[in-house]
């Protein structure tokens, strides 16, 4: 028992590690123009509300250097308007919250992520959102 305790903790450390690197060397460049974003060939839906923002099928996003190239330019149009001061790893947990409640239990609600300029207010998905955010789980 204590080995697989161990291991997971090697695990998350690990993630930890290469997501830190991962968020460095994630480029800026990228922009999105008439509400869409482009990248790897793939264009996702980009709509800025009062409070949140939503990417549109965010589902398709599975590879977590997309993610973070794309929550990068969110933040990008963000903070030009002063709108957000939210962490990357904390929006990126949460979007991927949605994916694994997607994938997992098929809920409708979750193929799109509508991600707070602040905090979610729901204490559960702030929590998870965070784990899963600094882990890069």
Known sequence: ML?????TCAVILWNIRAGIKELNEIKTGDRIERNIIEIQGKGY????GETSVRVVDSY??????????IIKAIQHELS???LSTRETTSMEGEWLFHNIAYATCGIQQAKDVDLEYEKDKRWYVVLISEILGVTGL
């Open 60 to 69: 398709k996003a599975k590879d977590r250097a997309d993610r973070l190239r």
């Open 45 to 48: 839906e980009i709509i800025f």
């Open 3 to 7: 080995i697989l305790i161990l291991l």
């Open 80 to 82: 030009a308007q002063g």
